[in-house]
């Protein structure tokens, strides 16, 4: 038995353990909460089985699922030859979710939640990175995509925050309607942190100004990390592809940052992660917009909503028809799924078998 399907068994155990104590502490028939809002205050209810007895039926399939993978991978030994790493990313995954399920019955039970930040920004790292934090190796043995991931979370959470503040700082409908600076500040720091990952709202999204629209579609796409809860292009894409205009611009032929080089071929997948990304997102929109002739910006701020698999709106969801809700559907399952295989599509390498003489192309 492998340490992961060990984990899984363990982490069942618990989970099963967890649903009782929450089932035990509530009463048969009450409607128990199952969302809370920034102040870890209760605004959504729910059965107790939604609130006890998903997380073990998820733990169930999950484990199933990372138990069959390496079955049934098509390559064969893809998933053999790192099976130690396979193990660990699916132990961290048991522990994520077993932690999760804690968290919420504990909340549940004593009728609040608070200090949720700190779980939004973990969970959009990757379970990668987190491993290398935990590790306790330091910031000199971590992996390439370990500080990037940590860089860019560093810039971005900032940037957001800080860009969301002063653009809405004035505004009666979102900041500019609180009695105190502290709760501007409050709510700023939330709000920037949720959106590329968690896509909580603490204020009216439909209210804020088009400019931070704008911004929250940019930060929406990014997303998190690789392998993390959050969907979007994901953050290390757009440093390298940041990285390959500034070397373009200094007449490189290599990338390189914290002292490593970036191969050619982590370029070419960043280009037809980003393509493909965009040509989905043009083609989602203009879907959209053909069963919902509505504001342009609303439209695109859903489906960028709906690729990152944030959550947040401008009110345009609840005013769709079938066929736009429909829409909605595939891009969060694009934008979930579908640029973490298309990777590993790219991954596989197939070699040339004719070589061409190389031609000019007039770009720009």
Not at 165 to 185: I, Y
Not at 230 to 244: H, P, Y
Not at 269 to 287: E, N
């Amino acid at each position: 038995m492998s340490s992961g399907l060990i984990a899984s068994v363990i982490g069942l155990i618990l989970a099963a353990a967890i649903s009782a104590y929450g089932w035990a502490n509530t009463e048969a028939g009450q409607q128990v909460a199952t969302h809370f809002d920034a102040d870890g205050q209760p605004d959504g209810w729910g059965s107790r089985f939604e609130a006890f007895g998903v997380m073990p039926l998820v733990l169930v399939g999950l484990s199933v699922l990372l138990a069959v993978l390496p079955r049934i991978d098509p390559r064969r030994t893809g998933i053999a030859r790192a099976m130690k790493a396979y193990n660990i990313v699916w132990i961290l995954v048991v522990a994520v979710l077993v932690g999760v399920h804690f968290m919420a019955t504990r909340a549940i039970v004593n009728g609040e939640s608070g200090g949720l930040e700190p779980r939004f920004i973990v969970g959009g790292l990757g379970y990668g990175v987190v491993a290398d934090i935990a590790s306790g190796s330091g910031w000199r043995r971590c992996s390439l995509h370990s500080k990037l991931m940590l860089a860019g979370t560093a810039v971005l959470i900032p940037v957001s925050v800080i860009g969301f503040a002063a653009l809405e700082w004035n505004n009666p409908g979102t900041l500019g309607g609180l009695d105190s600076t502290g709760d501007r500040l409050w709510v700023a720091w939330f709000q920037g942190v949720t959106t590329r990952t968690a896509g909580f709202n603490t204020t009216d999204i439909g209210a804020i100004h088009d400019s931070t629209a704008l911004m929250f579609i940019v930060l929406m796409v990014i997303g998190g990390g690789s392998t993390s809860t959050a969907g979007g292009i994901k953050v290390t894409t757009a440093i390298v592809l940041i990285l390959a205009t500034i070397a373009f611009f200094r007449r490189r032929r290599s990338l390189t940052a914290f002292g490593r080089s970036i191969g050619l071929d982590q370029v070419f997948k960043v280009m037809a992660l980003t393509t493909t990304a965009i040509l989905f997102l043009t083609f989602g929109t203009f879907a959209l917009l053909l069963g919902h002739d509505g504001d342009f910006l609303d439209a695109v701020f859903e489906v960028a909503s709906a690729f990152g698999t944030v959550g947040l709106s401008r009110g345009t969801t609840g005013e769709l028809n079938e066929t736009g809700r429909i829409v909605i559907m595939v891009i969060m399952f694009f934008g979930r799924v579908g640029p973490l295989t298309l990777g590993f599509f790219l991954a596989t390498r197939v070699g040339a078998r004719v070589r061409y003489p190389e031609g000019q192309v007039y770009l720009g």
